[in-house]
């Protein structure tokens, strides 16, 4: 049996999240007020981290998020 891919963390990168769990992905940072669009603007901002997004105020409850990222749908 694979291992699981590892949980997403606070260090976990924008891209990470969108290269995993795909449109999943995109909603749930969209739900917590990170939209990364039909691609990334910014070709930096795929690299920021979670918490660097959470403490610029592009993403809100970075707790809540994570919790929903690390649920199997």
Same mark, same amino acid.
């Given at each position: 049996?694979? #291992? %699981? *891919?590892? *949980?997403?963390?606070?260090? +976990?990168?924008? %891209? #990470? ?5 795909? #449109? ?6 969209? +739900? &917590? ?8 603007? #910014?070709? /930096? +901002?795929?690299?920021?981290?979670? !918490? &660097?997004?959470?403490?610029? !105020?592009?993403?809100?409850? /970075?707790?809540?998020?994570? *919790? !929903? ?5």
């Amino acid at each position: 049996m694979p #291992d %699981a *891919a590892p *949980a997403f963390t606070a260090d +976990s990168k924008i %891209a #990470d999240v969108v290269g995993r769990l795909g #449109d999943r992905g995109r909603d749930l940072l969209r +739900s &917590h007020g990170y939209d990364v669009g039909d691609g990334f603007v #910014d070709v /930096l +901002s795929q690299y920021q981290t979670l !918490e &660097h997004a959470y403490r610029v !105020e592009r993403i809100r409850n /970075l707790k809540g998020l994570l *919790a !929903e990222l690390n649920t199997d749908q």
